[in-house]
């Protein structure tokens, strides 16, 4: 069985510097994600699905970030193998509303969020994003 979905990780700047936001559901902390569906881009299924789960409109998509991460797991009995692709967003909004499917959230300086996140490919598509984001701020500050 495949599963596909789509999410981001969303940041945005403040004067205490950059804040990266974690929804909590089920007890874990994670990115906002959900099934991309029939017909839907991946692009479109990250702006559905931050909306849907945060109540942000309007993110900016960073160009040029894409990860994705594959796993398996066991639903009614059968083996699934999920992929979820992971782009970079950025908000201008720290207002969050989460969805029912979730019991909080939270905004998170990188080593907080870092410690937070609850999945090893979470914690690793954070570093790679932190990375990507400080190698953009870099380049348009020596451009």
Do not use: C
Not at 5 to 32: H, I, Q
Request: glycine share 10%; no cysteine; hydrophobic share 35%.
């Amino acid at each position: 069985m495949e599963e596909k979905s789509a999410g981001a990780v969303v940041f945005r700047e403040t004067p205490g510097g950059r804040m990266y936001l974690l929804l909590l559901n089920a007890g874990r902390w994670d990115f906002p994600k959900g099934g991309v569906e029939e017909g839907e881009s991946e692009l479109q299924t990250v702006l559905r699905e931050v909306e849907e789960e945060t109540g942000l409109k309007g993110i900016s998509i960073i160009p040029g970030f894409r990860k994705v991460i594959e796993y398996y797991y066991r639903r009614d009995g059968k083996n699934v193998h999920k992929q979820v692709v992971y782009m970079l967003a950025s908000t201008d909004s720290e207002k969050v509303r989460i969805s029912f499917e979730h019991q909080g959230f939270g905004w998170f300086k990188y080593s907080e969020a870092v410690h937070k996140a609850s999945y090893n490919n979470s914690k690793f598509t954070l570093t790679d994003a932190e990375k990507f984001v400080r190698r953009v701020a870099q380049n348009s500050t020596s451009g």
